[in-house]
């Protein structure tokens, strides 16, 4: 460790040793005031000690249990508090109770917010933008792609993003990609999902539970995406290795019919009943079966069967 290094570690343990005997002595002088175990307040700052309602009440950390609003309206009603101009009476017994929903934008926001959410608006987004980009004017993948990816940033902003994580993520929708212009014999599948499943795992790096993606929603995530591009993939091959439909590679292998004696090696044969000039080293006549070889101009090569 250099001496720079040495003085910046000293100076960041001076400062946190500084914040936790101030969140010390502001804790204590709330506790004592309010009569509660200011002790215990000290020991929770320090050792970041936790307890049930039960221990809590029993050390006087809390004065009340209430597992309804109905029962703390009952526990608190007549306790005097003490505000900044004078000491008042609680009467919560039969107050009345007025409840303040969340607003429709407030609804939307806080359901787009959801960790597990933001991941499927990020997935519909870089996907819709991918198949945009590798078939240009379909419009309809690329509209939605866009909307669900700046819904999915949004909900990133509120998050704790690992950009690690989303890099990750992006890699394999390449390496997806990649596997159906370049086959890999799996490899770069194999890669992807790797590369899915790790980056979805690390995306939200937090120690809560509910700001963390479900496993559910990554496996599921990252198989439909495996499935999908194997399954383009194998489509792919099978196109490649399809028999063209038309052009001169399609009557390539047909069979037909000589519908005369070739002469010098040349005659009219019938294919899919069309009528060709037809070329062949073999002594062929009327009624022979024949096979395409391939197609030299606006002739074609066959040979007998």
Not at 45 to 67: D, F, K, M, N, Q
Not at 152 to 169: M, S
Not at 211 to 224: D, P
Not at 235 to 253: C, V
């Amino acid at each position: 460790m250099t001496m720079g290094a040495a003085g910046a570690d000293s100076a960041n343990q001076t400062m946190l040793k500084k914040a936790t005997n101030d969140a010390v002595a502001h804790i204590r002088s709330i506790a004592e005031k309010r009569g509660r175990n200011a002790d215990w307040g000290e020991k929770a700052v320090r050792e970041a000690v936790s307890i049930t309602e039960t221990e809590a009440l029993e050390l006087g950390v809390i004065e009340y249990i209430a597992p309804t609003l109905d029962s703390l309206l009952s526990l608190i009603d007549g306790k005097e508090v003490e505000t900044a101009s004078a000491i008042v009476v609680l009467k919560t017994k039969d107050a009345r109770r007025k409840r303040i929903e969340m607003s429709l934008r407030y609804k939307i926001l806080d359901v787009i917010s959801d960790p597990n959410i933001a991941y499927i608006l990020l997935m519909i987004g870089i996907y819709g933008i991918f198949f945009e980009l590798y078939n240009p004017g379909s419009v309809f993948p690329g509209v939605i792609g866009a909307i669900c990816l700046i819904l999915g940033f949004y909900a990133l902003q509120t998050l704790p993003v690992n950009y690690a994580g989303l890099l990750l993520i992006l890699l394999a929708i390449v390496l997806f990609l990649l596997e159906i212009k370049i086959p890999s014999y799996g490899v770069l599948s194999i890669g992807g999902v790797i590369s899915m499943l790790l980056g979805s795992l690390m995306l939200f790096e937090s120690p809560l539970p509910f700001l963390r993606v479900s496993w559910k929603v990554i496996v599921a995530a990252t198989a439909a995406t495996a499935v999908f591009f194997i399954f383009a993939v194998g489509m792919g091959i099978r196109a490649q290795r399809k028999k063209p439909a038309i052009g001169r590679e399609a009557l390539t292998g047909l069979i037909g019919n000589a519908s005369e004696n070739f002469k010098n090696g040349e005659g009219r044969i019938v294919v899919q009943g069309e009528i060709w000039q037809a070329v062949s080293s073999d002594k062929i006549k009327e009624g022979d079966s024949v096979k395409v070889i391939k197609k030299e101009g606006f002739k074609i090569k066959v040979e007998k069967v």
